[in-house]
């Protein structure tokens, strides 16, 4: 029987890891698949794309360390990411090659199941093929939140890092509105305790309230390590300076998010 890309993504047993590159492989996919003509896209362009989208949050496993993750996690990342992009349609050459070392590693250092090592051939061959791409793109996927109203968390984007608070809980996604730090060391409790609400203008008498319902934040550890939770029922920011806008909150997901940061760098 050959070996398909659902197999391989069983048997890494990566549970929440896995479960959340799945997630962010198929979202990035669908919206990149998305608009009013598709078509005009090749597949890889539309591979480049993803995989570009991709990295602004999961090079934080895979660029780490030992003080960040354990090599078998870092293993474990790069197979499922090459493995679920392929499923797609999409072949990064980088990606692959970090799959295949993984595959390697894991072998020698016994990590998985007897099963993995007799197949990993058949993995090998699987990924250096010639990935298709689906006729259907992914389809929309429901939004179940572990995180909580209240919690506090820090974000890093690129090599520096922001702080947000959990609002709320909309529809299966946490609404966050961020505190006004940008900093290239972690927020810490103490640091963000008379740091006021971020708004939606660096001028104040034209800053309003900035929500964004950040869909996509799924798992609580955040399996990537971009998002860590730093306290639980927390109280908000202070937020009188800022006016109210128009819109309650805007509608958003990580990687819209990780963009959106990225102007304040």
Not at 113 to 131: E, G, N, Q, T
Request: contains cysteine; neutral net charge.
């Amino acid at each position: 029987m050959s070996i398909t890309h659902r197999s391989i993504l069983q048997q890494l047993a990566g549970g929440d890891l896995v479960d959340a590159i799945e997630r962010d492989v198929k979202h990035c996919v669908r919206r990149a698949r998305s608009g009013p003509d598709p078509a005009a896209h090749s597949q890889a362009t539309i591979g480049e794309g993803v995989v570009d989208t991709l990295l602004m949050r999961w090079h934080h496993i895979l660029d780490s360390d030992d003080t960040v993750a354990t090599p078998l996690y870092r293993h474990t990342t790069a197979l499922a990411l090459a493995t679920a992009l392929h499923q797609q349609g999409i072949q990064s050459p980088a990606l692959t090659a970090k799959a295949l070392a993984a595959i390697k590693a894991m072998n020698k250092a016994v990590a998985l199941s007897d099963h993995f090592y007799r197949k990993s051939p058949d993995i090998v061959r699987l990924l250096k093929s010639a990935p298709v791409m689906p006729v259907r793109r992914p389809g929309l996927q429901k939004s179940l939140t572990r995180w909580r109203a209240g919690d506090v968390a820090s974000m890093q984007v690129d090599d520096h890092y922001h702080a947000l608070y959990v609002l709320e809980i909309s529809d299966g996604a946490p609404v966050v509105a961020f505190y006004d730090y940008l900093d290239r060391t972690p927020p810490t409790l103490e640091r963000l305790a008379n740091v006021p609400e971020r708004g939606t203008s660096r001028t104040p008498e034209n800053s309003c309230l900035d929500r964004r319902a950040l869909y996509g934040l799924v798992h609580q550890p955040d399996p990537a390590n971009q998002f860590v939770l730093l306290a639980s029922g927390a109280d908000a920011p202070d937020n009188s300076r800022l006016m109210r806008g128009d819109a309650l909150e805007t509608i958003t997901d990580v990687f819209r998010t990780i963009q959106h940061l990225r102007a304040y760098l």
